[in-house]
């Protein structure tokens, strides 16, 4: 991935950072939304992430929700279209420590409940 890269915090903790074509940089937060709790951050490659949150150094957040059966791969082409498509959601604080309780949230199994 020219435009992006992981940087490995140990296991199962890494952080994805990409650069846009204007030479913005984002982290890039793997996310599934939690009916009653909003959205939350997953571990990448899990196959119940809904979203991607874009996150620019400014604050800036916009919000990447995919549709069935759409790639979710890390390449800096998808990423780029991704950060195109989604929409802001503001630019207050995003807490990247949050983690979603998987175990018994209602969440949606897969992208095509």
């Not at 435009?3 to 937060?29: M, N």
């Amino acid at each position: 991935m020219p435009d992006s890269f992981i940087e490995t915090l140990g296991p199962g903790l890494e952080r994805i950072y990409f650069t846009d074509p204007d030479g913005a940089k984002w982290r890039v937060h793997h996310c599934v939304l939690v009916r009653g709790k909003g959205t939350l951050r997953i571990a990448r490659a899990d196959e119940r992430e809904t979203h991607r949150v874009y996150v620019a150094a400014n604050g800036v957040k916009r919000s990447y929700r995919f549709t069935c059966g759409e790639s979710q791969q890390l390449t800096a082409t998808l990423l780029a279209v991704q950060l195109r498509e989604a929409e802001y959601v503001g630019t207050s604080a995003f807490d990247s420590r949050t983690r979603a309780a998987l175990s018994g949230a209602p969440i949606r199994q897969t992208l095509c409940d």
